[in-house]
C-alpha cells in the first residue's frame, strides 16, 4: 500500500500504519474492496484535507493490479 495525504490536524503514526497494515494480509477481501476499506478508515481516524491510497497487489494467475482510491481533487 502507498499512502499519500494532506493531513489535517492530525497526522498518522507509521508503526501504526504498518499493523493495521498486515492486518489485512490474510483476510479473505478483493483489491477494490479492501483500498476502500483503507480509505474510509484512514479518512474517519484523521480527518485529512486530501488522502489517497493505492494497491500494488501480487500477480496472481499471471494478473497483477493497480488500485487507486482518492478523496477527491488534491488541493493547490
Avoid: Q
Avoid at 35 to 45: G, M, P, Q, S, W
Avoid at 48 to 70: D, H, K, L, N, Q
Amino acid at each position: 500500500m502507498e499512502l499519500e495525504y494532506i493531513p489535517g490536524e492530525t497526522c498518522l503514526e507509521l508503526k501504526a500504519l504498518k499493523y493495521y497494515y498486515l492486518d489485512f494480509r490474510n483476510k479473505g477481501i478483493f483489491y477494490e474492496a479492501v483500498t476502500n476499506h483503507i480509505l474510509d478508515e484512514l479518512i474517519a481516524a484523521c480527518n485529512p484535507r486530501w488522502m489517497r491510497v493505492t494497491g500494488r497487489f501480487a500477480a496472481r494467475g499471471g494478473i497483477s493490479s493497480v488500485i487507486v482510491c482518492e478523496t477527491g481533487h488534491k488541493p493547490v
